[in-house]
């Protein structure tokens, strides 16, 4: 079996997945050649995007005027960005070998990295829209994306982890219980850290 | 014993099924309604009726009320002649306490539009309709509890653990919350003042989100699941212990409801403590769950109904740990009164209650005629959009909520206030849209189901099962 994954694997993701899928049922990646030489580069997409976007317009959250907040506070937040990006990509693969026993997937963690970077790969590049800090706007481009994410996960997991559809079904959705639970977290962790005088500026 | 007790009383079971669908798409039609005025507010064109504020009430009644305890008598009462193996007791009582609770869901929910209302959360309902609730309600009680008491079965089936929960707590929490001096047909002032009255309020209306919403679905998850898989629960022992950690801790936390209100700290605290501790006994439930299913994936291929069970397991999941996280003091300073609480109650109400609820009636009813399901197909459809609704519903209040508590609470450095309320609530039209949308989604996949079900059981007459013979390693005197 093969240790290489070919490498316009992610573009064709974004118009082939199920075929995409196909080829990385017959490889066995390195997890680390996996990291260095597709997932960081998403990863990274959005941060940038976001500090490129709020350092020249400012977050409109809707109200009149845009939250503008420093330069050097702006880093501190894209940095903050790309770890939890990182962590959640990580921890997500993780998890999912981890499942996989339950399951009876395959094991191997490079390929779990793959199919997680290749699920969550439209979201990267549809990140874009941080280019235009505008909430309602974000919102309307990455919905749709995560419900495109969420289909790339169902349809996936079975192609790609060599389970039957069925089996896939049932890991897919334990992973996606994960995924809202590591949403909510996030946004309940935010909301502590801002309550404690972390972030903008709130009279409580 | 005469020859027709020996079969069990479905009758009952199908009628309270279809109730609970017809209110399912009505009072989910309700929400959508309200939920279009929130984007468009002329739409009540003047008359009080169609007000938000008469409305939204007559959402969360039907729903919990109509919908929801119809389908929790249902299920209760096939459940429980089946772990029983005994037809039910007083059957002529059960069939008063589906027919009269469908007045009382009828009757309240006229009133409401008429303007009746005690100004309490999810007990809206005036003084003539609590005393009437509380009549079925122990009518509902005398029916479940006889029937376990002349059951065959010596052990009690854990969901009926569950189910016996609901019907005690639901009658104290609604006793107690509705004792009112009446000072005329359509009005009631409540016996508590001021903060008491707040506090007992939110004890009622937190725990009947835990023993109605939660306890009760549970009972339908722990009899339905592992009947839906063909396999026993994955670890019988974890139910019980989490049942008993579940009905300890859930009566502590209605107080998360009032941080920073005036009542005492110390009470503020003992509700965040016992809400966070409450994450075990839920997810000790959802992993049970999880594991059961788990083993049986090869069902999945011939029933659709499993798929609602599955995911609902997920957002049950969300639910409960969102639930906790909102309680702590430091979170809740920023998410109470916004729209994010909206979203939570809907990833419980959409993504657990009326997920299971779906599932439970996808594998009820045909078998409850004796039919397959009209349309396995339609099934399918049916959980893509409910799927879709649900999480569109939940993104999009995630958005506004926290938009909406970073917005209220900024200030500039002078400590001023940085936004005028109504520009911030003006600016919440899009995500309105989308909640808008994704209601007509979720309503969308329950008129499906309705004709769905519809289809199946048109011109067909309950099946009769027979009561089986009882393995006397299990039955009452072994």
Redesign the interface.
Same mark, same amino acid.
């Given at each position: 079996m093969s240790s290489k994954i070919d490498s316009y694997l992610l573009i064709r993701a974004l118009y082939q997945p199920l075929n995409a899928f196909e080829q990385l049922s017959r490889v066995d990646p390195s997890p680390a050649g996996v990291m260095f030489r597709y997932s960081l580069w998403l990863v990274i997409l959005p941060p940038l995007f976001s500090l490129i976007g709020a350092s020249n317009f400012g977050w409109r959250l809707g109200a009149a005027e845009p939250l503008r907040m420093t330069l050097g506070s702006l880093l501190i937040v894209s940095a903050g960005y790309l770890l939890v990006l990182l962590f959640g990509l990580v921890s997500t693969a993780i998890i999912s070998r981890w499942m996989a026993t339950t399951y009876g997937a395959n094991t191997s963690i490079g390929r779990h990295m793959a199919l997680m970077t290749i699920v969550g790969a439209p979201l990267a590049f549809a990140s874009v829209a941080h280019l235009f800090p505008d909430v309602f706007i974000n919102v309307l481009v990455l919905i749709p994306t995560m419900i495109w994410s969420m289909y790339l996960l169902y349809k996936g997991i079975p192609i790609a982890l060599e389970i039957p559809p069925e089996r896939g079904m049932l890991m897919a959705s334990s992973l996606v219980g994960w995924l809202l639970v590591a949403a909510v977290s996030l946004l309940g962790i935010s909301m502590a850290l801002w309550t404690m005088g972390f972030g903008p500026l709130l009279g409580v | 014993m005469t020859q027709s007790s020996n079969y069990y009383h479905d009758k009952i079971t199908l009628r309270l099924v279809q109730f609970s669908v017809i209110w399912a798409v009505l009072a989910m039609t309700a929400g959508v309604y309200i939920s279009a005025e929130l984007v468009w507010p002329t739409i009540d064109f003047g008359q009080f009726w169609l007000s938000f504020g008469r409305l939204r009430p007559l959402h969360t009644n039907g729903v919990i009320f109509g919908f929801g305890v119809s389908a929790l008598m249902a299920t209760a009462f096939y459940s429980v002649q089946r772990t029983s193996h005994v037809p039910l007791f007083a059957p002529r009582l059960a069939w008063f306490c589906c027919y009269a609770w469908q007045l009382i869901v009828l009757l309240g929910g006229l009133s409401l539009l008429a303007g009746w209302n005690s100004s309490k959360e999810y007990a809206e309902l005036e003084w003539p309709f609590d005393i009437a609730i509380a009549i079925v309600w122990v009518c509902f009680g005398i029916v479940f509890f006889g029937t376990i008491a002349t059951r065959k079965i010596k052990p009690i089936y854990i969901s009926n653990w569950f189910y016996g929960a609901l019907i005690i707590v639901i009658a104290m929490l609604h006793i107690v919350n509705s004792l009112a001096m009446p000072v005329s047909i359509d009005k009631s002032y409540s016996l508590y003042a001021g903060a008491q009255d707040a506090v007992v309020q939110w004890w009622y209306g937190h725990n009947a989100v835990g023993f109605l919403l939660t306890g009760g679905f549970l009972g339908m998850i722990y009899y339905f699941l592992p009947k839906h898989a063909e396999r026993p629960i994955w670890s019988y022992r974890l139910s019980v212990v989490a049942f008993w950690a579940f009905v300890y801790s859930y009566i502590w936390a209605g107080p998360h409801h009032l941080h920073y209100n005036s009542i005492p700290e110390w009470v503020q605290s003992l509700g965040m403590a016992m809400s966070v501790i409450l994450l075990a006994p839920s997810w000790a439930t959802?992993i049970n769950g999880?594991?059961t =299913? !788990?083993t049986a994936?090869?069902?999945?291929?011939s029933d659709p109904a499993l798929?609602f069970i =599955?995911?609902s397991?997920?957002?049950y999941?969300?639910a409960t740990?969102?639930g906790p996280?909102?309680s702590?003091r !430091? =979170?809740n =300073?920023? !998410?109470h009164f916004t729209d *994010?609480t909206i979203g939570h109650v809907h990833?419980g109400a959409l993504g657990w209650n009326a997920m299971v609820t779906y599932g439970t009636f996808y594998f009820m009813i045909p078998r409850l005629v004796d039919r397959e399901l009209y349309s396995v197909r339609l099934a399918n459809i049916h959980f893509w959009l409910a799927l879709?609704g649900t999480?569109?519903y939940v993104?999009?209040m *995630?958005?506004a909520g926290?938009?909406q508590?970073?917005?209220w609470?900024?200030?500039?450095?002078i400590?001023e206030? !940085?936004?005028?309320f109504k520009?911030?609530m003006a600016?919440?039209t899009?995500?309105y849209l989308?909640r808008l949308v994704a209601g007509l989604i979720f309503l969308g996949g329950t008129v499906l189901m309705a004709y769905n079900l519809y289809m199946t059981v048109r011109g067909r007459e309950t099946a009769r099962v027979t009561v089986p013979a009882v393995d006397p390693a299990y039955g009452v005197g072994a």
């Open positions: - | 959802m999880i594991m =299913v !788990s994936w090869e069902k999945l291929r798929k =599955v995911l397991l997920a957002f999941g969300l740990f969102e996280m909102m702590i !430091s =979170v =300073v920023i !998410s *994010w990833s879709a999480m569109l993104m999009a *995630w958005a926290v938009s508590g970073l917005l609470l900024s200030v500039d450095q400590g206030l !940085s936004f005028d520009d911030i600016s919440m899009p995500y989308l």
